[in-house]
């Protein structure tokens, strides 16, 4: 029997560097709900939450998200560890998908196979090793998530949700997609303007109504290398910069 599995989002209005992206039209939808699109059609997902803050700035998204029928947790800001435990912990999930708000384009093949992973190995966590920056999820045990919670004292390990597991190999099994997909662009990710220009001109290029696989985002990159120079040189940051978690930051 498959575990039970619920996807979590993380979103807020507050980016650091593109605030309120998640509520930018993309292809005629917001941003975030691409993310929700995408994560609620990866193949064993049970449920999805989107866990965003108490802040008043973030009303407008909640007011959205309800208005599509979306469960929506409120936590704090800064402890983004706390709020992602605390939206998904009613649902009892033996398995946690984690995704961010900032990436419209995350790949349901892709999320199962990290899935599909995290049980084969078997492993605590399969992150994003190996892919593209915003088409991936972070697969995680319950239990693994639950003893970062309860032991992670470092504002960043709080604040990034996952560092307490992965930095600790001798502790959590940690895996990886046996077999990542090729690709040519390294970044599907929305953390600068220029990567909301690439999202549109990605969108605008799409054949069909349902979310995108890598394979459609490489076809169009493949067939016009222009596109990928928008965002190519866009340096990410990472949570040892206090700024910004592996490959996405939306807070």
Do not use: C
Not at 15 to 28: A, D, F, Q
Not at 153 to 178: K, S, T
């Amino acid at each position: 029997m498959a575990p039970r599995t619920i996807a979590v989002v993380q979103a807020r209005m507050g980016s650091t560097r593109l605030p309120g992206k998640v509520l930018e039209p993309i292809g005629g939808r917001p941003l975030i709900l691409w993310t929700v699109r995408a994560v609620a059609a990866t193949p064993g997902v049970g449920d999805v939450v989107v866990a965003t803050t108490k802040e008043a700035s973030d009303d407008p998204l909640v007011a959205l998200l309800q208005r599509e029928g979306l469960r929506v947790h409120r936590g704090p800001v800064q402890d983004v560890l706390r709020r992602v435990v605390d939206a998904i912990a009613p649902l009892e999930p033996e398995v946690v998908l984690r995704q961010t708000g900032d990436n419209p384009f995350p790949d349901p093949g892709v999320m199962a196979g990290q899935l599909e992973r995290l049980a084969a190995g078997p492993f605590d966590y399969v992150g994003i090793a190996g892919l593209p920056l915003g088409i991936g999820g972070e697969a995680v045990r319950w239990e693994a998530l639950a003893a970062a919670d309860r032991e992670a004292v470092e504002p960043a390990d709080r604040e990034h949700v996952l560092p307490f597991v992965y930095a600790r190999p001798e502790r959590f099994a940690i895996g990886r997609l046996a077999d990542p997909p090729a690709w040519r662009h390294g970044r599907y990710t929305v953390d600068q303007p220029v990567d909301l220009a690439f999202a549109r001109a990605l969108a605008e290029r799409l054949a069909e109504d349902r979310p995108p696989r890598l394979a459609d985002l490489e076809a169009i990159v493949a067939a016009e290398p222009g596109l990928p120079a928008m965002n190519r040189d866009v340096e990410q940051r990472d949570h040892r910069t206090a700024e910004a978690p592996i490959g996405q930051e939306d807070g």
